[in-house]
């Protein structure tokens, strides 16, 4: 294979970052669930450039695709893929609105595998993978990603992207590589006007890696000799985001929203993440604005029902598991102080409406079976009130899939054309 090996000790800062630190205290993000690195085998990382582009030569409108393929690694376990991206700046560079450039990069990342689509990831999907990777902590990042500051300073910016952890049931339970030949990642980069740059930007170097355990050969011979025994299948989790269309709002009345769509596995582990977008394209939430219900049910039958829903306002964490975006109104806001400014921070609520809970680690919840389960969400929601009242809104449903696929005793996913 033509990509460089680079083997890096457990002491890594990018792994003990992206692992959970070197305590194993803070996971890589809320949305996957990586195994701490700290043990005396190696990782191996293989890296390869996706596009090194300069905003310069870009288009001003359109967006533009890279795709990449590269042959996985074998004799080891994957254990995790991410996309580094190393922006460089010439000089201070003002950023539209003070919005999110982080999540503006892309417009959209594919990974597919074996001809199949294993991951699908919109722009808040990226968003928050980011926003929840502790590896990003820096001030110059923060300003990139919070929106709270007009000017990103000269120099270099490095920050990371989770795209995706596998894991097994148990711990032990990883991915032997005979399973997986080939991956492709397909990123379709925004225009510059559209990621909020100028000239002064003059590179984007964005790498992917997949990390792999490096295990010795009586550990990798007993680890399948325990784990492919005949007729025993393993199940892998595969993370997928999927946006649903934005669906509009009246401001003057509440109303109901409705999503439908089927999904092809066995079982499913799932949220939902719902954030408010102006129509003239400004993230906001609204004053006294709140979804009075969300109901979901599968096959017919009702799964997961929640009412009340807490307010979407910035003080508001619900669940402990709110996403903050960047939010940008084009003029100050004169009932609310907490994005009373030009820029401000929304919030995204999030629902766990269906988890594993049968000999699983995840707790609570709902599992359900089926080849093509039809899920139907229902979302019920109250009239806008203050000064955006006449405002045209759009509710935004992401939703993100850890869909279970079974692994064969030969070491072959056997159901990746279902996902």
């Known amino acids: 294979m033509t990509d460089s090996i680079l083997t890096l000790n457990s002491s890594s800062a990018l792994l003990n970052a992206l692992a959970g630190g070197q305590d194993g205290s803070a996971p890589m993000s809320k949305l996957t669930d990586p195994f701490t690195f700290r043990t005396k085998y190696n990782v191996l990382s293989t890296s390869k450039k996706i596009v090194k582009i300069d905003p310069r030569n870009q288009p001003t409108a359109a967006p533009f695709s890279k795709t990449v393929n590269f042959d996985i690694l074998k004799n080891g376990l994957w254990e995790w893929a991410v996309i580094q991206v190393n922006l460089t700046l010439n000089a201070d560079e003002s950023v539209n609105n003070g919005s999110s450039f982080a999540a503006r990069i892309f417009s959209e990342l594919i990974i597919s595998a074996h001809g199949s689509v294993i991951a699908r990831l919109c722009p808040e999907a990226i968003h928050a993978l980011i926003e929840h990777s502790p590896v990003n902590k820096s001030l110059q990042y923060k300003k990139m990603l ?226 093509n389960s039809s899920i139907t969400i229902v979302s019920a929601y109250t009239a806008f009130a203050g000064p955006l009242a006449a405002t045209a809104f759009q509710l935004h449903m992401v939703h993100q899939y850890h869909r279970v696929v079974n692994v064969e005793s030969n070491g072959r996913l056997s159901v990746f054309d279902a996902l």
């Open 146 to 371: 919070n929106g709270n500051a007009p000017t990103l300073t000269a120099g270099a910016v490095t920050f990371y992207i989770p795209i995706m952890t596998f894991n097994f049931e148990n711990t032990y339970n990883y991915m032997y590589l005979n399973a997986l030949e080939d991956l492709q990642v397909q990123c379709t980069f925004n225009s510059r006007s559209n990621m909020g740059l100028t000239a002064d930007t003059t590179a984007c170097t964005v790498y992917l890696h997949c990390c792999y355990r490096n295990m010795t050969t009586p550990m990798l011979n007993a680890y399948k000799s325990f784990m492919f025994k005949e007729n025993k299948k393993l199940q892998q989790l595969a993370y997928s985001f999927e946006q649903e269309t934005p669906q509009a709002l009246t401001a003057a009345v509440g109303g109901v929203v409705t999503t439908r769509k089927n999904i092809l596995a066995e079982k499913v582990v799932a949220k939902t993440y719902f954030y408010f977008a102006r129509t003239d394209g400004n993230f906001g939430p609204v004053a006294n604005f709140k979804i009075t219900s969300v109901t979901v049910n599968i096959n017919g039958d009702e799964v997961f029902r929640e009412v009340p829903i807490e307010l979407l306002n910035y003080d508001n964490a619900i669940l402990n598991d709110r996403i903050d975006l960047a939010v940008s109104q084009a003029g100050a806001l004169t009932n609310d102080t907490e994005i009373g400014a030009a820029t401000g921070t929304g919030a995204v609520y999030c629902i766990n409406w269906a988890l594993l809970n049968d000999n699983n680690s995840y707790t609570g919840g709902v599992a359900f079976k089926g080849n």
